[in-house]
């Protein structure tokens, strides 16, 4: 840690500006009181807390939590607030900017009116607040009304597959027909040769990523196309767009900072991974202004202060986007060490230090954090699963086989396997490591004995497998082999699952004490910036999974995944889609 501190360099302390008070954060509870709220306190005493505090809102695909931490890195309090998904349209899934902001204020006021009321302390035993965030949806607002000019477009939304077959034709002319064209301009660190780049892969060299829908690119270019209010608003300057972090730095502090942090950045295919900065050319080729984007600033340092509301005054000290600010969380600060993520999607990041690591694998090259604006930038490998803990929602909510993702647990332990069946949740396609926009979901392997039971041991073991195929790409890319994984995100509640995941792994895995490391890493790195924290802490283990599953079974398993795999892939004819949608 030591090292990382040197790293780290002198964090700038003193950005604090004195923003004036011009905006309230008014509550909107229509939009919110249906939907069912969870508060949890410890059942500590308040003065056994060690002060001072650290807050961090963590923004999910499915939920908002607000978490105060003390110095020990322990929760005091937590208010969590789920959040409307919206299906418009076969492929699309949108959320409203003005629904995700009231779930944030109301996670605040919750926590806060507990901490008053229970004698926690003062808001100036509260230093820093952190935010993390489901990263790449994308939303655009006006900068004087402050309100969303769309719902925003979330990561796993497939409306923009046609765009993706646009840009990749749009590579594949460029390649063939220029020497001087964005991927010819930066070598590729393992020298690989231009000349065999697969289209998809063109602009992989600057910003780390595929062609896919799930990059905020794609996203602008449909929002400037198809939202008139965004194009007007553009017209007139008054257009804002960001990811989710933007959008919440923006609000908290009364319209003063248009921000987001290099690890949010890296997710949008428009910023260059080797400078850290929006790129000229990016943002040409995918057709999007330069000047409606957020400044880019380090993961870690006091921004401006949160303006109106409970935490009035307090300093917002750190941006990550939320599979990052679990590496931050786990205390992944070392090259090599790795961590799982189980949340609506599943993510598996790998620290490859101060180096960019190209994949050749079908992983990202992303942003890890920088821990401060003078720190050096750690980057990642990361392989993500589209479908995770929504496959357990779906089980849920379409196909009603149980009413809670408990049940879903209990009910895939009263089966001793799938029977033989298997089930890909390609459902807005594969994401790593095949980026395959054409596969859907399918259930294969089903006999007269199949039932629900098997049914939904068949999606926790989806998960499973799709981990195992990404930590193998990532172990060829690394040349490293794994020796435990570390595991959190609310999916990761499920002990049956983490059993199922060290099995095929063939790998301890290890569960933290405190699951809500997302949360805690945003906080992390808030405190950072405001001098609470100086050095990394100990990483807790709650729980430790052993492989149980003898050799020949996991093989065989793997290899009815990998058939389940083909039947999946080539399934959508994109050719036919985008002229049925034409
Ligand atoms: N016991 C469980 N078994 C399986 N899935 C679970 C269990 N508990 C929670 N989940 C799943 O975890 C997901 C929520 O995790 P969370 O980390 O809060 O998500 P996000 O950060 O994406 O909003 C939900 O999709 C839920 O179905
Ligand atoms: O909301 P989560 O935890 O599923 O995370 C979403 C990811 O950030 C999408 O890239």
Redo the contacts with the bound molecule.
């Keep these: 840690m030591n090292q990382l501190i040197k790293k780290i360099g002198t964090l700038d302390h003193h950005f604090y500006i004195n923003l004036r008070k011009i905006y309230s954060t008014a509550l909107s509870t229509t939009t919110i009181n249906h939907i069912k709220h969870y508060s949890s306190s410890s059942s500590r005493t308040p003065s056994s807390f060690m002060k001072p505090f650290i807050g961090a809102i963590?923004q999910?695909?499915?939920?908002t939590?607000f978490i105060l931490f003390d110095k020990n890195g322990d929760t005091l309090l937590s208010h969590?607030v789920p959040?409307t998904q919206h299906y418009p349209h076969s492929g699309w899934v949108e959320h409203d900017g003005k629904e995700i902001l009231d779930s944030v204020n109301i996670c605040i006021e919750k926590v806060m009116q507990e901490f008053y009321e229970k004698n926690y302390g003062t808001k100036e035993d509260i230093k820093a607040v952190g935010i993390t965030n489901?990263r790449e949806t994308t939303i655009a607002w006006d900068k004087n009304t402050n309100a969303p000019l769309n719902n925003a477009i979330v990561w796993c939304d497939t409306r923009t597959s046609d765009l993706v077959g646009y840009f990749t034709n749009k590579a594949k002319k460029l390649i063939k027909n220029s020497t001087t064209a964005v991927a010819t301009t930066t070598k590729l660190e393992d020298g690989a040769n231009n000349n065999e780049l697969e289209p998809k892969n063109y602009l992989r060299d600057k910003c780390g990523l595929p062609f896919s829908t799930y990059f905020s690119a794609v996203k602008l270019k449909w929002l400037f196309d198809n939202c008139k209010q965004v194009k007007e608003a553009h017209e007139k300057g008054d257009c804002k767009v960001g990811t989710i972090d933007s959008w919440l730095a923006w609000n908290l502090s009364g319209g003063k900072l248009h921000i987001t942090d290099v690890t949010n950045a890296s997710r949008t295919m428009l910023m260059n991974l080797h400078t850290c900065k929006w790129d000229k050319e990016l943002t040409d080729f995918f057709e999007v202004p330069i000047d409606v984007l957020p400044e880019i600033k380090s993961s870690s340092e006091a921004y401006g202060t949160i303006q109106g509301g409970p935490l009035d005054g307090v300093p917002l000290a750190s941006i990550l986007g939320?599979q990052q600010a679990a590496m931050v969380g786990q205390m992944c600060f070392e090259k090599s060490q790795a961590k799982n993520?189980?949340?609506?999607?599943c993510f598996l990041l790998y620290n490859t230090g101060e180096k960019i690591v190209p994949s050749r694998n079908g992983l990202l090259t992303t942003v890890c954090y920088q821990l401060g604006p003078k720190a050096p930038v750690i980057y990642a490998l990361e392989g993500g699963v589209a479908v995770?803990?929504?496959g357990?929602?779906w089980l849920?909510k379409n196909m009603g086989i149980a009413s809670s993702?408990?049940e879903?647990?209990d009910l895939a332990h009263s089966v001793k396997d799938t029977g033989g069946m298997y089930f890909v949740p390609a459902f807005s396609g594969l994401f790593a490591p095949y980026w395959r926009e054409d596969a859907r979901g399918v259930m294969v392997g089903l006999n007269h004995h199949t039932n629900k039971a098997h049914l939904a041991l068949s999606v926790?073991e989806s998960t499973c497998y799709q981990t195992y195929e990404v930590l193998e790409a990532m172990q060829k890319d690394s040349g490293d082999k794994l020796i435990e994984l570390r595991v959190d995100?609310?999916?990761a509640?499920?002990n049956l699952?983490l059993q199922i995941q060290s099995d095929i792994l063939g790998l301890p895995v290890l569960k933290p004490t405190n699951l809500e490391t997302?949360c805690f890493g945003a906080a992390f790195a808030a405190g950072m910036a405001v001098g609470v924290w100086k050095e990394s802490m100990e990483f807790k283990t709650g729980m430790k999974f052993t492989p149980q599953l003898d050799e020949n079974t996991k093989l065989k398993k793997i290899k009815g995944w990998h058939k389940a795999i083909s039947k999946s892939i080539n399934w959508i004819d994109l050719e036919e889609e985008q002229e049925d949608n034409e």
């Design positions: 963590d999910g695909t499915s939920s939590r969590q959040l489901q939320d993520t189980y949340g609506t999607g995770a803990g929504s357990v929602q849920i993702s408990k879903i647990e926790l995100g609310g999916m509640k499920n699952m997302t």
